[in-house]
């Protein structure tokens, strides 16, 4: 009969077994004041006595003069800016979902065309779930049920290049890039 030969586990094994047993078991920590701890000490989330349990920090607690003058935002002359970038939509947008969208599509163009547009007055071709999700929003038309808006979704369907359109129902339409489409433009609310 064969002896099964048995193989030394692998150093990185050892190393996470001791790791893992570390972890399950936790660590002790010395408590100030205290020679000994006894095993209530070692209980997880047990607060214990002079700690300060989360959220009750009170008014005593808090050194108000160190904390300087915050402003307000009557008096504030950035109160429209993020770190001194301009925080609000340009005008003839209309905000939703944390993004500034055109209020009225741009007219006709081919999908090129619109999406260097929207480039040119620093924003972008909204995504189909974008458009979709300003549908109805203050009387937005993305074009009825036999013309959409363009999307920024490009593909290639049998050779041909194809572009999405969101219909004001919310369906999705592929067609030609040439084809004319009307479009609208999306900002990033911090420019």
Known sequence: MRRARVRAPAPGTVLGGIALIVALAGTAVALPGKKQIDKND???NVVKSKHIAPNTVVGADVNEASLGQVPTAVTATDSGTVDGHDASCPAATVFHAGLCFD??????????????????????MPSPSELMSIRGLNGVDLGGTNA????DARYQDAGVNEAMTVLDNGALEGV????PRIYRCAFKLVR
């Open 42 to 44: 070692l209980r997880p």
């Open 148 to 151: 959409g808006t363009w999307a």
């Open 176 to 179: 030609a890039l040439a084809g």
């Open 103 to 124: 209020s009225a599509d741009r007219g006709n163009s081919d999908w090129t065309g619109a999406i260097q547009d929207c480039a040119d007055e620093g924003g972008y």
